[in-house]
C-alpha cells in the first residue's frame, strides 16, 4: 500500500476443496496483481465427527495426511502464479468461518476472500461460511460467486 490513500496490500483466500476454489484463487490473484498486494491462501480441514478414533493416531493420523494434502494443493497453488506475491500458506483445523477470521485477524489482512455456496438444509437455518464471514469480520469481505451453475442465487 502506498502513502497516498488507501489500498489493498494484503489479502487472504480462503480455499475450500468445492468447485468455487479455482474461481476464489483466480479473484484473489487478480487483486494482489491489481494492487500488489500479498496474498495468503488458507485452507481449513473440516474432520467428520463420524471418523473413528482410531483413524486419529500419529504418526500416520488422518489430520496430518489431510495436512500434508493441502499444503501440497496450496503450494500448486502459488507457483501456478508466480507473478504474485505469497505469504506462507495457513492449513488449520476446525470450524471454517471461526478459523478463517482468527487466521485474517493474525495475519492483518485487508481483505478476505472466499467462495459462495447454496444453501441446502440446515444452512437455511445456521447459515453458510460465507453469510457468516460477511456478518462477523471486523475487515472487507469479497465473496466469489460461481455464475455458470445454474440455480445458484
Known amino acids: 500500500m502506498t502513502s497516498s490513500g488507501p489500498g489493498v496490500r494484503s489479502i487472504l483466500a480462503a480455499l475450500d476443496e468445492s468447485t468455487r476454489a479455482p474461481g476464489v484463487f483466480a479473484a484473489a490473484t487478480e487483486i494482489a496483481r491489481s494492487f500488489g498486494g500479498q496474498l495468503s491462501l488458507v485452507r481449513v480441514l473440516v474432520i467428520p465427527p463420524d471418523i473413528p478414533p482410531a483413524a486419529h493416531t500419529h504418526p500416520n493420523g488422518l489430520e496430518g495426511k489431510?495436512?500434508?494434502?493441502?499444503?501440497?494443493?496450496?503450494?500448486?497453488?502459488?507457483?501456478?502464479?508466480?507473478?504474485?506475491?505469497?505469504?506462507?500458506?495457513?492449513?488449520?483445523?476446525?470450524?471454517?468461518?471461526?478459523?478463517?477470521?482468527?487466521?485474517?485477524?493474525?495475519?492483518?489482512?485487508?481483505?478476505?476472500?472466499a467462495g459462495s455456496h447454496r444453501y441446502h438444509g440446515m444452512d437455511r437455518v445456521l447459515g453458510t461460511t460465507a453469510a457468516r464471514l460477511v456478518n462477523r469480520a471486523d475487515r472487507n469481505v469479497l465473496i466469489v460467486h460461481d455464475r455458470g451453475r445454474s440455480g445458484d442465487r
Do not use: N, T
Open 66 to 113: 489431510l495436512e500434508r494434502d493441502a499444503r501440497a494443493e496450496l503450494d500448486a497453488l502459488m507457483q501456478s502464479a508466480p507473478d504474485v506475491a505469497f505469504g506462507p500458506p495457513v492449513v488449520v483445523e476446525g470450524d471454517p468461518w471461526r478459523r478463517i477470521l482468527e487466521v485474517a485477524k493474525d495475519l492483518d489482512v485487508d481483505l478476505i476472500v
